[in-house]
């Protein structure tokens, strides 16, 4: 079984700053991917960014980007140049097996 | 853009009722997910479908909940009876391939 830990409940930071996210997870699989996903106060689940397991170089979408490391199993997500629109929820989530598993998320909010 | 489709965005029902959400996933997706996400915790997955086949149903609560996905395309949640505890968005997601999901906006129920 899979399993998240998002060790960080809350964060908030002022726009245009850097913030990091951690999520460490525990898979038996070797096969697998990871998976960033934001929950805005309208609650759409939305794909921020995708890691496949067995790619060595670090995912990048714009302003945001993973720090991979497949032995500690830990999967952090950079946000740069931090904006308001980014206020949500989000979620780590490894999938293995075609099962997609959640952690219980960061709520993160960018002050003006 | 495609779109997974849920109906309807918020349902109140009194305890005991029964209840129905609806989900359309994207077109051509085989794979179709229910989720539930309680108020401040991360989504769990309730029900998997792989066309009109369950894959995975072991979180689900078989003594009041039921899904189905008769043709392969959308597909029905239906609780009953309803209980305060299922208060909870209910989210609907779909895949192509197994990796990668669209969420659908959720259904918000609200059990009195």
């Known amino acids: 079984a899979q399993t998240v830990t998002q060790s960080q409940p809350e964060m908030s930071v002022q726009e245009a700053e850097t913030v990091t996210l951690s999520c460490t997870y525990d898979?038996?699989?070797?096969?697998?991917?990871l998976f960033w996903y934001k929950q805005p106060p309208s609650r759409q689940m939305i794909l921020v960014i995708r890691q496949e397991a067995y790619k060595q170089q670090n995912a990048t979408e714009n302003r945001f980007s993973v720090n991979f490391q497949k032995a500690a199993k830990s999967f952090s997500l950079k946000i740069s140049d931090s904006q308001l629109g980014d206020t949500a929820m989000y979620f780590c989530a490894p999938q293995g097996a075609q099962k997609l598993v959640f952690g219980q998320g960061t709520r993160l909010t960018i002050n003006p | 853009e495609a779109e997974v489709a849920q109906s309807p965005r918020y349902k109140i029902t009194e305890k005991s009722q029964a209840v129905a959400f609806w989900c359309d996933p994207i077109?051509?997706?085989?794979?179709l997910y229910w989720y539930r996400q309680i108020l401040g915790q991360g989504p769990e997955l309730l029900v998997q479908?792989?066309?009109?086949?369950?894959?995975?149903d072991s979180q689900l609560p078989k003594d009041r909940f039921s899904a189905e996905r008769l043709k392969g395309v959308d597909s029905t949640l239906k609780i009953q009876p309803a209980e305060l505890g299922d208060s909870a968005m209910y989210l609907c997601a779909s895949s192509l391939d197994g990796y990668g999901y669209t969420f659908g906006s959720g259904t918000r129920l609200t059990v009195v």
């Open positions: 898979t038996s699989e070797n096969n697998y991917y």
């Open positions: 077109s051509g997706h085989a794979t």
């Open positions: 479908f792989q066309d009109e086949s369950v894959v995975d």
